[in-house]
């Protein structure tokens, strides 16, 4: 098919404003206060009784995270392999994405009777939005062209700062002026935004799915079971992952950084109001400044990449990760916590976007793209899975989350050292360029 397509550029951004909200109104800030607010046992008390287990509502809250997580890192790979070979990409797209918005509409229903439905509810809201970012970063290097994968890919991400911080915004409207809605109670208008981004994320996502190709179909693909020849096509995409060297070290190097990422954007939060003891209100205004600052930072990294390279780029932001890893030891006050937030603003939207473009650029020209897509998948939730693990276990040895910034601090330089190993691509490229005219 062509690439570069205008239209189609864009309708693949917008599932990006779609389901960013999701990441920010579920994960980060409305549900998780709602949940410790909410998930409690008739005397008030945090030990809630999930499936005849006794459990913290705050470990369940951790545990359902990581369980969805894992469980996409194993299911990913499966469908995949299925969808490259029956060329149903998007329909696989289709299925997470519903089952994810549907999920968080269902959250409406959320009080303390129903805390059990609710999990369950969240935990399906995380394996479609994580299930279905699969299939969507898959279409980038079959809608651009190389040349265009950091500047479409910081596009995206940048599309969906921005979403997610409109509704936000919205959100916390009716939340702190109840009675320009008819006095409705705290809970309802926190049970209201749970609503708000399923029919966002649906409403949204239909542009994208409107215009994107569904995928293309393997010539064989007519005869045979389509699952075991799904797990054929996944082992043939690992077996020409062992011919490319470059993806390979990015993959690993991704691995390790990314524990480091991700870990940061999911305690930043913890962090300011255990350690810092911020208000909630401040927390949310850092929120909001981590999201909206993101944006340049994601187009100022793809301009970078332009100049030096991917690998240098990355290697930029590593280090400037690394000097917030060591601020955020020592930081001690919340005017410190905002300008450090607004730093991690900048290379958090930078990081994700390159990462992507720069896995984009090392696979080989295919139709396999969700395929290779699913082991780039795994490799993040994997990390995830480790890095708040890491995170929570030094901190509970210890006592102190500024000791588990430091683990962080040596995962940054490790991944730095890692992505040292892989040649920029712009020189790369400029060197085969020379080698093929000599």
């Known amino acids: ?108 229903f959320f009080v303390r009777e129903t805390t059990t439905f609710a999990v369950i509810c969240f935990w399906l809201s995380l394996i479609g939005w994580s299930g279905s970012i699969v299939f969507y970063n898959s279409y980038l290097p079959d809608i651009a062209t190389e040349d265009q994968y950091d500047r479409v890919s910081a596009r995206g991400f940048s599309m969906g700062y921005l979403g997610s911080v409109l509704l936000m915004i919205v959100n916390l409207l009716v939340i702190l002026k109840r009675e320009w809605f008819g006095n409705i109670s705290e809970g309802m208008a926190s049970r209201i935004a749970f609503l708000t981004v399923g029919l966002w994320w649906i409403g949204f996502a239909q542009i994208p799915f409107s215009r994107l190709p569904d995928g293309t179909k393997k010539t064989a693909a007519k005869t045979g079971n389509y699952l075991l020849n799904g797990f054929k096509e996944l082992r043939h995409v690992w077996a020409e992952l062992q011919e490319l060297p470059l993806a390979k070290r990015f993959l690993v190097s991704f691995f390790v950084y990314n524990m480091a990422v991700q870990t940061v954007m999911y305690v930043a939060t913890i962090f300011g109001s255990d350690e810092l003891k911020l208000p909630g209100q401040s927390l949310i205004i850092t929120i909001l400044l981590i999201q909206l600052v993101a944006i340049p930072g994601a187009y100022g990294f793809s301009r970078l990449s332009e100049r030096i390279g991917n690998t240098y780029s990355l290697m930029t932001a590593v280090v400037i990760w690394i000097g917030i890893c060591a601020a955020a030891y020592f930081v001690q006050t919340e005017s410190q916590f905002f300008i450090l937030a607004g730093v991690v603003g900048l290379v958090m939207g930078g990081i ?85 005219v000599s």
């Not at 459990?55 to 469980?71: H, M, P, Q, R």
């Not at 070979?85 to 509409?105: D, E, L, N, P, Q």
Request: aromatic share 14%; hydrophobic share 45%; net charge positive.
């Open 1 to 108: 098919m062509s690439k570069n397509i205008p239209r189609i550029l864009t309708a693949w951004t917008f599932y990006d404003w779609a389901n960013s909200v999701h990441s920010l109104v579920i994960v980060s800030s409305i549900f998780p206060v709602y949940f410790s607010a909410t998930a409690l046992n008739e005397t008030g008390g945090p030990i809630i009784n999930f499936l005849g287990i006794s459990i913290k509502n705050s470990v369940l809250f951790s545990y359902t995270i990581s369980a969805a997580f894992l469980f996409t890192a194993l299911l990913s790979p499966i469908c995949t392999a299925v969808a490259d070979y029956s060329g149903r990409k998007k329909a696989f797209m289709k299925v997470f994405c519903y089952t994810g918005a549907i999920s968080c509409s269902l959250l409406y």
């Open 352 to 436: 994700q976007s390159l990462s992507r473009s720069t896995y984009s650029k090392l696979i080989p020209a295919t139709t396999d793209t969700a395929s290779y897509f699913s082991f780039y998948d795994v490799t993040e939730k994997t990390s995830i899975v480790l890095g708040t693990l890491v995170y929570g276990l030094i901190e509970q040895i210890t006592g102190s989350m500024r000791n588990s910034v430091l683990a962080l601090l040596v995962l940054f330089v490790v991944g730095f050292l890692l992505l040292w190993r892989i040649p920029s691509q712009k020189i790369y490229h400029a060197r085969l360029e020379t080698e093929e």
